[in-house]
């Protein structure tokens, strides 16, 4: 079995790699999940996962003519596989992103779930693959009605390929906002329910600062916590693995939104 995620959003700073990693290890409790830096022009996974010594990453597999096999970028990581990108911008301009198809279908041929950390906007074809590729999205959001709108940008692009909606995560919630209502609001427009509602929470900082993903630095912190009531939300489809490869494989992608 296997479903693909891609942990998306409108614009940047929402918290996306933090949430990609805190729902991979709270899903490793059950699945085998293996999370990938798919932000190829601003990845920071590396960070976030205590990688930025790793010799190979998925810039590695997507140049043209590497001979690196897909396993070299693979890292076993708090439970789960990790797939780091790196942050060279040379490296970034020599990547051919159709061949993210190929690395997507051998790492889904391998796993229960796949988490896709997404670009934050739309404008190029390396930041669309990731959500034409996925089964689903998981829209990471603050509780604001601009981050809303894009969210819904997101939400009607991935639907015109056919791509659902796995749910809504609300992200660094300060006390003082009525999220409640907002989350009212969003089950109307968006394909899916409220995962979670994560508050600002200083672990998630700290984590960052430590190298570590938030539910390995911090497991008992109210954002931790917020996190694996999103997991044990989101509903895992299964959908059979060689025949999800080879629809990444064939994915018609365009070259721009």
């Known amino acids: 079995m296997v479903e693909a995620f891609a942990v998306a959003s409108g614009k940047g700073g929402t918290g996306k790699t933090t949430s990609t ?82 690395v997507v279908a051998t790492l889904a041929a391998e796993t229960d779930v796949l988490l896709l950390d997404s670009p934050a906007a739309l404008g190029s074809k390396n930041a669309i693959l990731p959500i034409v ?15 809303l709108s894009d969210g819904l940008k997101v939400q009607e692009y991935a639907r ?10 609300f992200n660094k919630v300060h006390d003082d906002e009525n999220v409640a209502a ?6 109307r427009y968006f394909g899916g329910p409220t995962l979670a509602t994560v508050p600002n929470d200083d672990a998630a900082r700290a984590a960052r600062q430590a190298g570590k993903p938030l539910l390995a630095h911090a497991p008992d912190s109210p954002a931790a916590q917020a996190y694996k009531n999103a997991a044990s939300t989101l509903d895992v489809r299964s959908g059979d693995s060689a025949g999800v490869a080879e629809r990444f494989r064939s994915a018609v992608i365009p070259d721009s939104p």
Do not use: W
């Open 21 to 102: 990693l805190s729902l991979g290890m709270a899903l490793s409790e059950e699945y085998d999940v293996t999370v990938v830096d798919a932000d190829t022009g601003m990845a920071n996974m590396l960070f976030h996962a205590g990688l930025t010594d790793v010799e190979t990453t998925l810039h590695d597999l997507l140049i043209e003519d590497a001979d690196a096999p897909v396993e070299d970028a693979v890292y076993e990581r708090f439970g789960m596989r990790v797939v780091p990108c790196g942050t060279s911008l040379s490296a970034f301009e020599r990547a051919d992103p159709d061949r993210l198809q190929d």
């Open 133 to 147: 590729l996925a089964d689903r999205i998981v829209v990471v959001l603050q509780p604001t009605i601009p981050s």
């Open 160 to 169: 015109s390929y056919g791509t659902g909606t796995a749910g809504v995560l």
């Open 182 to 187: 907002i989350a009212d609001k969003s089950e």
